[in-house]
């Protein structure tokens, strides 16, 4: 019976709000950031209070941005735990878009038009210029999950979250880069799919 994972998308940060790819760089969390990753500890209470659950049972893990850290650090307040007793791994670091961080869509649509159709027509294995491609994404995702030996909260990103569903057979592959993964939702994946709880 494989682990249990308890999902979170970080907070949205100034770039989110800005519309710009962020992949390896890091912008702050924007003050509505820090009330839904809050929001996500009160949640992620509700949720284990309703299993019998105790939040000191689970692991604690999140990506070493730190937009994903300092999402984690709220979630852990809201839990009532130490806000930095948690693990980082960089296999949950969100998909790397080269070049184009940084930028918006609207300016790839003027400065790379032809790569962005590209994109389009195939964004399982576009890798944009300097970047990395889903089929890398999903390699490092696998890896971290087969480590993965008990339940755990996960603090991490929009395309890393899409890579593990795909994984998971929670989402095709094709599709998976199209899925929606909105912050202040806790998503629960475990042996019989995948619930939701939150604002989606």
């Known amino acids: 019976m494989r682990p249990v994972i308890y999902f979170i998308r970080h907070g949205e940060t100034e770039w989110n709000a800005e519309h710009r790819l962020q992949g ?12 839904q990753a809050s929001r996500c500890g009160q949640l992620l209470r509700d ?3 309703r299993a019998g659950r105790a939040v000191s049972d689970l692991d604690y893990v999140s990506s070493p ?11 852990r307040t809201g839990l009532g735990l130490d806000a930095g007793g948690y693990r980082t791994d960089d296999r949950l670091a969100e998909i790397a ?3 184009w961080e940084g930028l918006s869509f609207a ?15 195939d964004p399982w294995h576009f890798v944009p ?25 996960v603090a991490s990103h929009l395309n890393t979250g899409r890579a593990l569903m795909a ?11 199209r899925t929606r993964i909105d912050h202040a939702v806790v998503y629960v994946f475990d ?9 989606a």
């Open 97 to 99: 878009f080269g070049e």
């Open 107 to 121: 300016d790839l649509k003027s400065r790379a038009a032809d790569l962005l159709a590209l994109r389009e027509q």
């Open 167 to 177: 994984h998971l057979g929670i989402a095709p592959r094709a599709g998976a880069p």
């Open 129 to 153: 210029p300097g970047g990395e491609s889903y089929v890398q994404l999903l390699a490092r995702v696998r890896d971290w999950h087969g480590s993965l030996r008990r339940d755990a909260v």
């Open 24 to 35: 390896s760089r890091d912008s702050a969390l924007s003050a509505r950031g820090r009330e």
């Open 47 to 49: 949720v284990f209070a």
């Open 191 to 199: 042996e019989s799919g995948m619930t939701q709880h939150g604002e």
């Open 65 to 75: 941005l730190l937009r994903a850290r300092a999402s984690m650090e709220l979630v």
